[in-house]
Nanobody, 127 residues
Framework: EVQLVESGGGLVQAGGSLRLSCAAS????????IGWFRQAPGKEREGVSC????????YYIDSLKGRFTTSSDNAKKTVYLQMNMLKPEDTAIYYC????????????????????WGQGTQVTVSS
């Protein structure tokens, strides 16, 4: 059974940092793509970043480049999202999700392309 468990969310002041983790189980970590998404109240879920065994790392939101960094530890089957210089507009539930089948992050066409999702972790940035 595929499982993704996010952790690391919380309440932080503007300008602070958080590191989210996405621990994966139930599949081999040699042909995968794991994406980070976020959903703010009243807004659609949006892709943040993706890391794939096929084409590396892609960031989907230009304004996050330089503040958010995605990385992975394949031995631990864990993907991370390091978030620095957080802003109140970063407040959202953050999800990770996995796509199988030689998925290429650069060809991202929407959250529906992903196969399994974690339960999400709340990130709240106070001003």
């Amino acid at each position: 059974e595929v499982q993704l468990v996010e952790s690391g969310g919380g309440l932080v002041q503007a300008g602070g940092s958080l590191r989210l983790s996405c621990a994966a189980s139930g599949f081999t970590f040699d042909d995968y793509a794991i994406g980070w998404f976020r959903q703010a109240p009243g807004k659609e879920r949006e892709g943040v970043s993706c890391i794939s065994s096929s084409d590396g790392i892609t960031y989907y939101i230009d304004s996050l480049k330089g503040r958010f960094t995605t990385s992975s530890d394949n031995a631990k089957k864990t993907v991370y999202l390091q978030m620095n210089m957080l802003k109140p507009e970063d407040t959202a539930i953050y999800y990770c999700a996995v796509a199988f089948g030689h998925y290429h992050c650069a060809g991202y066409g929407g959250p529906s392309e992903y196969d399994d999702w974690g339960q999400g972790t709340q990130v709240t940035v106070s001003s």
